[in-house]
């Protein structure tokens, strides 16, 4: 084995810092003074979006389950530091510098990372021997081992991507099973061969299908005839606009069919096509269990190769070859293995795991009531509220708060909710009215003050304004050079109105950025860089659209006329300066959806409205529809039938882009960007640890999708936490909050007054 330490892993991501030449002295990340808070019997009850009550380690979806569960509840393997620089060596301390002072992190576990001489990389994980869950019992080697066995069950359908990841003997574990709901629904209704399965297991998924199933897929139709004009009992037609193809005189059972077809009879996975009814709430539970009750019906290993126990408090986790986004899907929650499966069933050396292979049964069971080492313990949910309180085996030392409670709070409450005092804490989307609301509040007319206090830090993620290359082309080819000059006559126009808009909306607490990435992002290009560009600022020769010093309207103008060049050079027909016909495939008029409540709402509607109304003037109509119900977007994209669109994209540590723009990545099809040569670069990238070299292939990705102008990048945001300055003692609060450090990090240390 060659010992070469994988180094530039450790540096997963670096912003760009305001730094000091004298750092100040390190401050413990983390770490807890139990007790310290005179206030500590007073509950801190902090005002929540709206919870699903899925918390759990494995199936947590939403951003309220998620952070509730992952931040307070759980232990997580691994953190990142201020910069988004992954700690593999936490458990003694590591210190970091982070805007000129220095930052000391503790982890529960270290990672060594070794490249082999065979290509593959062993990842050795090293445990604190002192850690206990919330319940006393000891943290364990074993407890890690049977959460990536859960996350690598053939029958497990959560948001965990681990098993994606190339680690040896992987494939051979997960191959030769398959579930109930797709060995009954590939056999067929007049099966009678029931070697898999029994008559009666048959019957009942038919059944189901036939009946919950299709109620399932007629409201969907009644959905489609009541908002897209859909004639009343026209299944094809309503399976269409949902993104189906069926054959004429096709039933709602048909309809079902094929949306269980698409997902792979995962009833989990179906549920994201419901309208009105959900599969979850209507079909038998011995029927929903079908779907994650795994068969075996071939050869199938009984353990996986590349996780090998190496002590009470270690493991090694060996991947076959070298995968950037790895120590990220490595760093899990570790989870009580007696808790959410069976003790009794655990045995390495036999090759058992904690729970039977192929039923995960008794872990979902557990999903609503986790438990885990993090620094609260979870009591209920109840009245739209979580109750938690403190672990007093944390490992950092028990929390200064002994109790949380995490309220549900609408959006326009949260700063009111503040004020009054049925809050005490809360994260309100910032804007510039955002802004006025909280500093009118604080005698001294800042955002900071003797009421309320907000701290800001860059939202790890973008927004922008997308469009589909399958719908806003020039004959068939999204990809031909004509289809780019149409996108690019409408990004040229669109992009002109960001700077006012934006700073209209957000003030400062948001900017507008040039490159489809987040601007928090290691691989996001700066402009000191050589070859910074601002997006859509050329015209169709190449020539550069604004000269210093011109006005906002001496701005617009320029890129309506650089937008008559691309326009032209797609195909369409101008005359005196106005478009009279558009080419084969293309279209005078296309429509942009914006989920502004109706209302307006929203930082991009501005920029819609103000390029609106310069296509008006040369013959171009740009339809604004504002949605009143943001599900109507997100049911659009899913069926690839949006043209234009406004939304946001959330970010991690690591910038790998294979999700959303990898021809197989799971959201690709919302740009139909199908391009061998971008999958190549993604991929490149991927399988890098240099990170200078990743930096270089990402800027090579991101040109190629401003080229491809499937994306206009629009604005990165800061998120705001706001506090009460009556009830919260401010010198506890996270200090230099980032996008990778937040104030759930250090919840352990916050204090009430």
């Known amino acids: 084995m060659k010992k070469k330490k994988i180094v530039?892993?450790?540096?997963?991501?670096?912003?760009?810092?305001?730094?000091?030449?004298?750092?100040?002295?390190?401050?413990?990340?983390?770490?807890?003074?139990?007790?310290?808070?005179?206030?500590?019997?007073?509950?801190?009850?902090?005002?929540?979006d709206a919870m699903s009550q899925k918390f759990s380690p494995f199936f947590a979806e939403s951003h309220p389950d998620m952070y509730l569960d992952d931040k307070c509840v759980q232990l997580e393997m691994l953190k990142v530091d201020r910069a988004g620089q992954y700690i593999l060596d936490g458990i003694d301390g590591y210190t970091a510098e982070y805007n000129g002072t220095e930052y000391t992190y503790y982890t529960p576990a270290n990672i060594d990372v070794t490249e082999n001489e065979d290509g593959s990389v062993t990842y050795s994980i090293k445990l604190r021997e002192d850690l206990k869950f919330s319940d006393g019992e000891p943290v364990t080697i074993d407890d890690v081992i049977f959460s990536y066995y859960v996350v690598s069950d053939p029958t497990y359908d959560g948001p965990s991507t681990f098993a994606s990841l190339p680690v040896k003997g992987m494939e051979e574990y997960r191959s030769g099973v398959s579930t109930l709901s797709v060995l009954i629904a590939e056999a067929g209704?007049?099966?009678?061969?029931?070697?898999?399965?029994?008559?009666?297991?048959?019957?009942?998924?038919?059944?189901?299908?036939?009946?919950?199933?299709?109620?399932?897929?007629?409201?969907?139709?009644?959905?489609?005839v009541a908002n897209a004009g859909v004639a009343e009992g026209d299944v094809k037609a309503a399976a269409a606009?949902?993104?189906?193809?069926?054959?004429?005189?096709?039933?709602?059972?048909?309809?079902?069919?094929?949306?269980?077809?698409?997902?792979?009879?995962?009833?989990?996975?179906?549920?994201?096509?419901?309208?009105?009814?959900?599969?979850?709430?209507?079909?038998?539970?011995?029927?929903?269990?079908?779907?994650?009750?795994?068969?075996?019906t071939g050869e199938s290993a009984d353990h996986i190769e590349g996780i090998v126990k190496t002590g009470d408090y270690s493991c090694d986790v060996i991947v076959t070859e070298f995968s950037a986004p790895a120590i990220e899907k490595l760093a899990t929650d570790i989870a009580p293995m007696h808790?959410?499966?069976?003790?009794?069933?655990?045995?390495?050396?036999?090759?058992?795991?904690?729970?039977?292979?192929?039923?995960?049964?008794?872990?979902?069971?557990?999903?609503?009531?986790?438990?885990?080492?993090?620094?609260y313990k979870f009591v209920e949910y109840k009245n739209k509220i979580a109750y938690l309180e403190a672990n007093e085996n944390y490992y950092l030392g028990a929390p200064a708060i002994k109790s949380i409670q995490f309220k549900e709070t609408a959006g326009p409450d949260k700063v009111p909710g503040v004020v009054q005092g049925t809050i005490d804490l809360t994260e309100p989307s910032m804007s510039k009215a955002t802004a006025e609301q909280i500093a009118a509040e604080n005698s001294n007319g800042e955002i900071a003050g003797d009421v309320l206090t907000a701290t800001l830090a860059d939202n790890l993620g973008y927004g922008y304004i997308g469009m589909c290359a399958k719908n806003v082309k020039v004959g068939n080819d999204p990809a031909s050079e004509a289809s780019k000059n149409l996108r690019k006559a409408i990004a040229t126009v669109i992009a002109a109105y960001r700077d006012v808009v934006i700073d209209s909306y957000y003030?400062?607490?948001?900017?507008?950025?040039?490159?489809?990435?987040?601007?928090?992002?290691?691989?996001?290009?700066?402009?000191?860089?050589?070859?910074?560009?601002?997006?859509?600022?050329?015209?169709?020769?190449?020539?550069?659209?604004?000269?210093?010093?011109?006005?906002?309207?001496?701005?617009?103008?320029?890129?309506?006329k650089a937008a008559l060049g691309f326009f032209e050079a797609a195909g369409y027909t101008v005359t005196d300066g106005k478009l009279t016909a558009a080419p084969s495939g293309a279209k005078l008029s296309y429509e942009a959806m914006i989920p502004a409540d109706g209302t307006g709402d929203h930082p991009a509607f501005g920029i819609l409205t103000g390029a609106k109304e310069s296509f008006d003037k040369i013959g171009f109509e740009l339809v604004i529809?504002?949605?009143?119900?943001?599900?109507?977007?997100?049911?659009?994209?899913?069926?690839?039938?949006?043209?234009?669109?406004?939304?946001?994209?959330?970010?991690?540590?690591?910038?790998?882009?294979?999700?959303?723009?990898?021809s197989q990545g799971g959201s690709a099809y919302q740009y139909a960007v199908y391009s061998d040569e971008l999958d190549a670069l993604i991929m490149d990238a991927r399988t890098s640890a240099d990170q200078s070299y990743r930096k270089a292939v990402y800027k090579e990705c991101l040109d190629f999708i401003v080229d491809f102008a499937v994306e206009i990048p629009t604005y990165q945001r800061q998120n705001a936490v706001l506090y009460s300055s009556e009830r919260v003692n401010l010198d506890s609060l996270v200090k230099d909050p980032t996008p990778f450090w937040i104030y759930l990090d250090e919840i352990a240390n916050l204090q009430m007054q």
């Open 507 to 560: 003030g400062d607490s948001a900017d507008v950025i040039q490159y489809p990435i987040s601007n928090s992002s290691w691989a996001a290009p700066q402009k000191s860089d050589p070859d910074y560009e601002i997006a859509f600022s050329k015209d169709v020769d190449g020539n550069p659209i604004y000269t210093e010093g011109m006005s906002d309207d001496e701005k617009y103008d320029a890129a309506l």
């Open 339 to 375: 808790y959410y499966g069976d003790a009794s069933l655990y045995d390495y050396d036999n090759n058992k795991f904690g729970f039977p292979k192929n039923d995960l049964s008794i872990v979902r069971e557990k999903t609503t009531a986790p438990m885990g080492a993090g620094p």
């Open 8 to 48: 530039s892993l450790l540096l997963v991501a670096t912003m760009a810092l305001s730094m000091v030449a004298c750092g100040k002295k390190a401050d413990d990340a983390g770490k807890s003074e139990s007790g310290a808070s005179n206030g500590s019997d007073t509950p801190l009850v902090i005002g929540w």
């Open 189 to 224: 209704k007049d099966n009678t061969d029931f070697t898999n399965f029994t008559e009666e297991q048959q019957k009942a998924f038919w059944d189901a299908c036939a009946n919950e199933g299709a109620a399932f897929a007629q409201s969907i139709v009644d959905y489609m």
């Open 241 to 296: 606009g949902w993104g189906f193809d069926l054959a004429d005189g096709a039933t709602t059972e048909d309809f079902f069919m094929a949306i269980g077809e698409q997902y792979g009879w995962n009833f989990s996975s179906m549920d994201k096509e419901a309208a009105d009814v959900t599969i979850a709430d209507s079909f038998p539970e011995d029927v929903l269990a079908m779907s994650t009750t795994g068969v075996e």
């Open 625 to 662: 529809n504002d949605l009143s119900d943001s599900s109507v977007l997100w049911d659009t994209l899913s069926a690839q039938k949006a043209e234009i669109w406004c939304a946001a994209w959330g970010a991690t540590p690591d910038p790998d882009m294979y999700q959303v723009y990898h």
